[in-house]
């Protein structure tokens, strides 16, 4: 952070455009975001970033263990600035937590912790949260007015990167369930060759039976036509080792 904090929130927007990529993973980029926006908000120590998967529990980084620390109180027992922010969808802002009566439970815990500041803003994309940035000072009322506007001028475009960075985190896991998907397919597909080629039954009566020992044994299908085709593979070596 420089003396001008006008200089100070360009360089970390511009810094957010140059993040996303669609190699990076999901807590790296929120990383990132937590990082710049220590860099852009007047009087932050820490910063951490939570999104809401729809796919499973939320993702949540912290620019530093501190800040890890404050947030695991805030989630663990329910209650804090992030929490409030992402259900009143406005910021979040408080100079003495350990006083702080919205908060009677987290507040205390957190002063203890050593953070007295807390700058909370949702993450909004058409006034949806998609999660929320959390900044966290050491000092007594480290944060101003200033600090909340600046705050509030980085989180609409960190909305948009993590916004991006959840569908790409998403993206990824289609494409390995779809992959996942295709390869027990390919899998089931030999197993059955393997069972028409002992029986001499259909491509039907061998998937039948395939899908019927899946059944009585309580297994995957695919892990049974796996598990088929790994035996097969382990004769014929053996065969080729030892031949009659």
Request: with cysteine; aromatic share 4%.
């Amino acid at each position: 952070m420089t003396a001008d904090p006008e200089r100070d929130l360009q360089d970390s927007v511009a810094g957010l455009a140059r993040i996303l990529t669609g190699t990076q993973p999901l807590t790296q980029t929120l990383l990132q975001v937590a990082t710049f926006a220590v860099s852009a908000i007047p009087g932050a120590d820490g910063a951490g970033v939570t999104v809401l998967e729809r796919q499973g529990p939320d993702t949540i980084v912290a620019s530093n263990e501190l800040v890890r620390a404050v947030d695991a109180v805030q989630y663990g027992i329910g209650e804090g600035p992030c929490l409030l922010a992402v259900q009143s969808r406005s910021t979040q802002r408080s100079g003495s937590l350990d006083g702080e009566s919205r908060w009677p439970s987290f507040g205390p815990q957190a002063g203890r912790l050593g953070v007295h500041s807390a700058l909370s803003l949702p993450l909004l994309i058409a006034g949806q949260p998609v999660g929320a940035l959390n900044v966290y000072g050491r000092a007594h009322n480290a944060f101003d007015e200033q600090s909340a506007f600046i705050g509030e001028a980085f989180a609409r475009p960190a909305a948009v990167t993590a916004s991006q960075a959840l569908l790409l985190e998403e993206s990824r896991r289609v494409a390995a369930q779809l992959e996942q998907a295709m390869t027990a397919r390919t899998t089931i597909d030999r197993a059955v060759g393997i069972l028409m080629s002992r029986t001499g039954k259909t491509a039907d009566e061998a998937y039948e039976t395939l899908r019927q020992r899946s059944t009585q044994d309580g297994i995957d299908i695919g892990e049974l036509a796996t598990q088929i085709v790994v035996q097969a593979l382990a004769r014929a070596r053996a065969r080729r080792k030892n031949p009659e």
